[in-house]
């Protein structure tokens, strides 16, 4: 369905239900309804529309993305292993020199060695050397 459609049809659908609001007050419903004043709620139509749309173009595709990193990022610290270059938050880049189950022990430098926790880990590390090659 395209968008112009679904506005046409959009539009329509207001303009019947305000019809209908002002007809009832005409055929005598003592005018509870307040004659020709269109039904309030009518008019949140439009804005419950828009955030359904608003919803469904921006918000759910940000929260799709976000899972899906969280997945990887889950997969990258369950799969860590000695020997990978990894990156922190904090921007150190070092070598796993330990694992453990909450803990990793980075080696930055030949008798540098500093612990993180696991969640630290931000992205496995790749040299621009070996990305040429």
């Not at 369905?1 to 055929?27: C, H």
């Not at 610290?77 to 922190?88: G, R, Y």
């Not at 430098?109 to 070996?130: P, V, Y």
């Given at each position: 369905?395209?968008?112009?459609?679904?506005?046409?049809?959009?539009?329509?659908?207001?303009?019947?239900?305000?019809?209908?609001?002002?007809?009832?007050?005409?055929?005598?419903?003592?005018?509870?309804?307040?004659?020709?004043?269109?039904?309030?709620?009518?008019?949140?139509?439009?804005?419950?529309?828009?955030g359904i749309v608003f919803y469904f173009i921006?918000?759910?595709?940000?929260?799709?993305?976000?899972?899906?990193?969280?997945?990887?990022?889950?997969?990258?610290?369950?799969?860590?292993?000695?020997?990978?270059?990894?990156?922190?938050?904090?921007?150190?880049?070092?070598?796993?020199?330990?694992v453990s189950e909450d803990r990793v022990t980075?080696?930055?430098?030949?008798?540098?060695?500093?612990?993180?926790?696991?969640?630290?880990?931000?992205?496995?590390?790749?040299?621009?050397?070996?990305?040429?090659?």
């Amino acid at each position: 369905m395209s968008w112009n459609r679904f506005i046409v049809g959009l539009n329509d659908f207001l303009t019947i239900a305000q019809v209908g609001d002002v007809g009832a007050a005409e055929n005598g419903d003592g005018g509870a309804s307040g004659a020709g004043q269109p039904n309030p709620l009518v008019s949140l139509i439009p804005m419950v529309v828009i955030g359904i749309v608003f919803y469904f173009i921006i918000m759910r595709p940000q929260v799709k993305a976000q899972k899906e990193k969280r997945q990887l990022h889950e997969q990258l610290l369950a799969n860590l292993k000695k020997n990978d270059k990894v990156v922190t938050v904090g921007g150190i880049i070092g070598t796993v020199a330990e694992v453990s189950e909450d803990r990793v022990t980075l080696k930055t430098d030949d008798n540098t060695r500093i612990r993180f926790t696991r969640n630290s880990i931000q992205e496995l590390h790749i040299d621009r050397k070996d990305a040429g090659k």
